[in-house]
Nanobody
Framework: QVQLAESGGGLVQAGDSLRLSCVAS????????MAWFRHAPGKEREFVAA????????YYSTSVKGRFTISRDNARNTLALQMDSLKPEDTALYYC??????????????????WGQGTQDTVAS
């Protein structure tokens, strides 16, 4: 059973950067596709980025593409999300998750198994 723990959130100004980390325990991350989702007040949980197992291909939502970078370190069993040029609309609780989605459903919450507690990212204008 995989357990996930996110960290790295905080309060920043628009235009700043943050780096989120997710540490896994209980199982190796190398056999999973890993992803970040976020949940803002009054909105549905939304896909942010994914990195597939094996080929490490990455995918991003339109709203963060070019600003965020997802990466994984299988040796350290960690996942990261580098967030640059942050905007107030990036304010949300960020979650990491693992799963074995296919290309057509990798943006769906239903394709993933385990969720961490989340880390809050607040971007002030």
């Amino acid at each position: 059973q995989v357990q996930l723990a996110e960290s790295g959130g905080g309060l920043v100004q628009a235009g700043d950067s943050l780096r989120l980390s997710c540490v896994a325990s209980g199982s190796s991350l190398s056999s999973y596709t890993m992803a970040w989702f976020r949940h803002a007040p009054g909105k549905e949980r939304e896909f942010v980025a994914a990195i597939f197992r094996g080929n490490s291909n990455t995918y991003y939502s339109t709203s963060v593409k070019g600003r965020f970078t997802i990466s994984r370190d299988n040796a350290r069993n960690t996942l990261a999300l580098q967030m640059d040029s942050l905007k107030p609309e990036d304010t949300a609780l960020y979650y990491c998750t693992n799963g074995r989605p296919i290309l057509s459903n990798h943006r769906s919450v239903d394709a993933y198994y385990t969720w961490g507690q989340g880390t809050q990212d607040t971007v002030a204008s």
